[in-house]
């Protein structure tokens, strides 16, 4: 198989499908108390936004499954990704090309490139009845650039699954808490 097959997208209705259900996990108010697993799972977390801030994108990739889907609705309301547009919603082949972009130096939009600091909070796990882990948490990113600080804050959830290599990240969602207003050019990785 060649490694343009293994990089193609694979977004088709059982994905659209699956998010949808992840959506009402993400907006569920039951409490997620498995303290233990929210500690353990914490410190991913941590990593993954050290990482994001280091700018160590594709170290970054690798805490992701192949099957990866990183969805940042446009609105609050929105609950299926086919329904409207998003901030952001890529899959392992989008992220690539946005890694590869912004690696190349030409991107004049991250010329000088934004400087992030990012911190994770209230984090809170439980293991779902297919064994897959739903992580929920508070994430707040400043990024600066040229003068200017931008803040983005939301609430993630995460779905972790258990694989040869540990703890791994299927699908990341975050919600911003303005996302139905106006969000500028995002050129970094939120």
């Not at 060649?2 to 699956?18: F, G, L, N, P, R």
């Not at 690539?96 to 992030?116: A, K, M, N, V, Y």
Request: proline share 3%; hydrophobic share 35%.
């Amino acid at each position: 198989m060649s490694s343009q097959a293994t990089e193609a997208s694979h977004i088709d209705d059982a994905v659209y499908e699956d998010l949808v259900q992840w959506d009402r996990i993400a907006r569920s108010q039951e409490p997620a108390g498995d303290r233990a697993l929210s500690d353990e799972v914490a410190g991913l977390l941590f990593y993954e936004a050290r990482l994001l801030d280091a700018r160590s994108y594709r170290k970054w990739l690798e805490l992701f499954t192949e099957d990866l889907v990183y969805w940042v609705p446009g609105s609050r309301a929105c609950t299926d990704p086919r329904s409207e547009s998003a901030i952001v919603f890529d899959d392992r082949r989008h992220l690539l090309d946005r890694i590869g972009l912004i690696e190349t130096g030409f991107l004049t939009t991250q010329s000088p490139s934004s400087q992030t600091c990012r911190a994770i909070s209230n984090v809170e796990a439980q293991t779902l009845p297919d064994g897959s882990i739903a992580v929920h948490s508070v994430c707040i990113i400043w990024e600066y650039r040229r003068g200017k600080t931008n803040r983005f804050v939301g609430r993630q959830t995460h779905q972790l699954v258990r694989d040869g290599h540990g703890l791994r990240i299927r699908r990341r969602l975050l919600r911003l808490i303005d996302c139905d207003e106006p969000q500028g050019n995002i050129t970094f990785i939120l």
